[in-house]
Every structure is written in structure tokens, then in C-alpha cells.
């Protein structure tokens, strides 16, 4: 069945102006039953009903008010290459080996309550009128490959057990995915929307992908229901109007979780354009984060460049860790507790390296000096007013302060505490600023 699918999806259509046959529902009813296939042929008012063992074919057909109610279908069911003018499928419709309606125009059709068992193939397929497309079930693969909407495309309360793949769709009007189930990846890309896309209210439990899917207009999926394993795609999307939130997106997005590093920068950028478009800069300091993460992890790093491991440890070090990329002021105020408290520790383990005129805490009645300045409480206090003094004043506060080798974390206290100053300044102007 599914070779014969292919065949039919990728075999070109014959000329369609042909002049075509008008048969009586009754004759092709008998053409079926014998197993034959209905070709170049014009019916109307065909009624499918009851069981069919034989497989069921229509090739350059013009179906008009094709009605299928409450029929089972043993083989495959194929429509290729045929015109169905108000085709009417309800009622608890089965279709054991697949269903085929791939390179047909399709008008003003309802399409309900239906279940394939086998592939189901609607590849070049284009859909007129009004569509009714609702509460059907797809246990195998359900594929949509380039076809054309031209109206408004609603799913609503199908199931897809497989895979769904709507890739490189176009619709004229908007598309929208109402109450449905894709257990299986739904496949999006390449596709375009003239209108608004929506999958709000839609349950999706593996991948969503939206990559290079062109939205002109909004793109819904703030209501989307999320599997434990699904995932978000939007690498190389053109839009500005997706509306996600970041704890939807966070650890479901699928380059990232694959090690893609350099794809998912990208994807974090889009979406960072669309939280900027829509003045959701809460959200875009997230987006921008993630893009600067990615950015950091998609660098080349090697032991045989031993710099280029440096840099990227400074780069998580200073910027990730010290200002979340100018996203997290607050992460500079806690580096800088962090550095003062470790410095401080240093400071008061080797308090008689340091220059002391006056103690915090005066010796006691028969103490001299010298052991008052190695008591716990003059310590502490030694090793944190050195510590914020050199954090705070830079080079200017670290000359004479210290003896021999002590200098040295002096120093490099006093370089982090002026590169920690300009961290926070500029995350802070970032914040306020905007």
C-alpha cells in the first residue's frame, strides 16, 4: 500500500480537460465490487455504504456530492488525480489500508468522523471552499506534503497517532489546529500562512516543527497542551508575531537538547526579535541569554589551543556568571558578595601579613597588640574591611596595604571588583534604560 502511495503521489497528473465519461452511481458501484478501477469518468451522486472488499480506485474522476456514511474499507481507497465537488464523508468511515486523495481538488468538502488505519495521503492536494475537517483519527502517517489551502483551514478534534506532515503547506487563510491530538512529530516547515496560525488548545507530545514557516501574521501557541517529550523547532522561521512563553520554551527546544548549538542561537534570536516586536522585554532578556549561552557553547574549543578553552571559561566566568550577559544585574551584586566573602577568607587566614594601626576590637586588659590581632573577631573584621576596601577603591586603595606575596590577591581582588563595577552598570543601564 504504501509503494503504491508513493507511485500515485509522485506520478504527474495527465491532462485534466480531457472530456470524461458520465457514469450512473450504479454502474460504478458495480466497478467496485468487481475490484476495477473508475478512471477519466464523470458521477454523480455516488453513495458509498456498507463494506468494500476489493480495493476502491478513482483516477481522473469527477466525483460531485460524493457521500460516504457508515462504510469499511478492506483495501486501500485512492482518488488520484480526481475533481470531488462536495464530497461528504461521516459517520464512522474506516479505511483499513489508507486512504489517498493526493494531486485532487478538493470543493467545499466535510471530512468527519472518519478513521484510516493506513497511510493517509493528501500530497499535492488542494482544498476549495469550505473545509469541515473534524474528529478523525490517523493511525499511520498522515501526509499533507505541499498541499494548498485556498480557505480556512481548521483541524479540529482529529488524532494523529503518527506523524503529521504538513510541510511546505500553503494556506490562503489562516490555519488553525482546534482541540487536536499529534502523538507522533507534526511537521510545519517550509510552510506559509497568509493569515494568523493557531494550535492553542491542541495536545502535541513529540516535535512541533515550525522551521522556515513563513508567519505574516500572529502565530498562536501560548495555550498549546505539551507532552513530557515535546519539542519546539522555529530554526530559520519568518515571523515576529510567534506568542510562546519562555516556560514553554525552556529545555523543550529541540537543537538544543540535540547539542545543535550553533541551530539553536538561531532559533533563540527569532525569538528574541518577536518577544522585542511585541515589547515583552522580560521575555527577550531570556531569549538574548539563551542566544549568548549557545553562542558560547557552538565555539570551537580545543586542548591543542589551550586559549581558546581560557576565553570560553572567562567568557561563562565573567559574563555568564557574573551578569547573565547583561540580563541579571542582580548576578553582579552576588558575584561581588561571593568574591568579597572568598577574598576576605584569604585575608583573615593571613591577617599578620597585613598593615594594622588600629585594631577593630582593642586588646584586652594584659593583651599586647600583636596577639590581639590574631583573635577570631579581629580577623574577620581585618579580612572583610580589607576585603570591601580593595573590591571597592580598585588600584588606588591596594598600595602599602599588604606584605610580600599577599599583594597578589590584592590585586587581582582589585581588577575583578572595577570589571564586576562595569558588569553591573552596564546590565543595570540595560534594564533601566529600555
Known amino acids: 500500500m504504501d509503494a503504491d502511495l508513493e507511485l500515485l503521489t509522485d506520478t504527474p497528473a495527465e491532462d485534466t480537460t480531457a472530456e470524461r465519461t458520465e457514469l450512473t452511481p450504479q454502474a460504478v ?132 497517532k503518527a506523524e503529521a506532515d504538513f510541510r511546505s503547506v500553503h494556506a490562503d487563510q489562516g490555519f488553525v489546529l482546534t482541540t487536536s491530538t499529534f502523538r507522533g512529530d507534526f511537521l510545519f516547515r517550509g510552510s ?24 505574516p501574521d500572529f502565530c498562536y501557541l501560548e495555550q498549546v497542551d505539551a507532552g513530557p517529550l515535546m519539542r519546539f523547532a522555529v530554526h530559520n ?18 537543537s538544543e537538547t540535540t547539542g545543535d548549538y550553533a541551530a539553536a542561537m538561531h532559533e533563540y534570536g527569532t525569538l528574541k526579535k518577536c518577544y522585542q516586536a511585541q515589547h515583552r522585554y522580560d521575555h527577550e532578556d531570556w531569549a538574548f541569554y539563551r542566544f549568548k549561552v549557545n553562542q558560547r557553547r557552538a565555539k570551537q574549543t580545543s586542548w591543542a589551543r589551550p586559549w581558546t578553552k581560557l576565553r570560553r571559561f572567562a567568557d561563562w566566568l565573567f559574563l555568564d556568571v557574573g551578569c547573565g550577559y547583561g540580563t541579571h544585574p542582580g548576578r553582579a551584586v552576588r558575584m561581588a558578595a561571593v568574591i568579597i566573602l572568598g577574598f576576605a577568607a584569604v585575608y583573615a587566614a593571613n591577617v599578620d601579613m597585613f598593615y594594622s594601626e588600629k585594631l577593630p576590637f582593642p586588646p584586652a586588659a594584659g593583651e599586647d597588640a600583636a596577639a590581639a590581632k590574631l583573635n577570631v573577631s579581629n580577623r574577620v573584621m581585618i579580612g572583610l574591611i580589607t576585603s570591601v576596601s580593595v573590591f571597592t577603591s580598585g588600584m588606588g586603595g591596594i598600595r602599602e596595604i599588604a606584605q610580600g606575596w599577599m599583594n597578589v590577591p590584592v590585586m587581582v581582588e582589585s581588577l575583578m571588583g572595577t570589571l564586576l563595577f562595569g558588569l553591573f552598570i552596564v546590565a543595570f543601564s540595560r534594564k533601566v534604560i529600555r
Do not use: Y
Not at 500562512?193 to 508567519?215: H, I, N, Q, T
Open 237 to 254: 522561521s519568518v515571523s515576529e508575531r510567534i506568542l510562546v512563553t519562555p516556560e514553554q520554551v525552556a529545555g523543550r527546544l529541540q
Open 192 to 215: 506559509s500562512v497568509c493569515k494568523k496560525f493557531s494550535a492553542d488548545g491542541s495536545r502535541f507530545e513529540r516535535l512541533l516543527d515550525l522551521s522556515k514557516a513563513k508567519f
Open 29 to 160: 458501484l458495480e466497478l467496485l465490487r468487481a475490484g476495477k478501477e473508475v478512471a477519466n469518468a464523470k458521477v454523480r451522486k455516488l453513495k458509498l455504504r456498507g463494506a468494500f472488499d476489493q480495493p476502491v480506485r478513482f483516477r481522473h474522476c469527477t466525483l460531485v456530492q460524493l457521500d460516504v456514511e457508515a462504510a469499511t474499507f478492506a483495501q486501500e481507497a485512492v482518488f488520484n488525480s480526481c475533481t470531488l465537488d462536495r464530497p461528504c464523508v461521516t459517520k464512522q468511515v474506516t479505511f483499513e489500508k489508507g486512504l489517498s486523495v493526493a494531486h485532487s481538488t478538493l470543493h467545499k468538502a466535510t471530512l468527519s468522523r472518519m478513521t484510516v488505519k493506513g497511510v493517509f495521503d493528501a500530497a499535492f492536494t488542494e482544498f476549495r471552499g469550505k473545509l469541515t475537517f473534524a474528529d478523525n483519527t490517523f493511525e499511520q502517517k498522515a501526509s499533507f506534503w505541499e498541499a494548498k489551502f485556498r480557505c480556512w483551514a481548521d483541524v479540529k478534534g482529529c488524532e494523529f
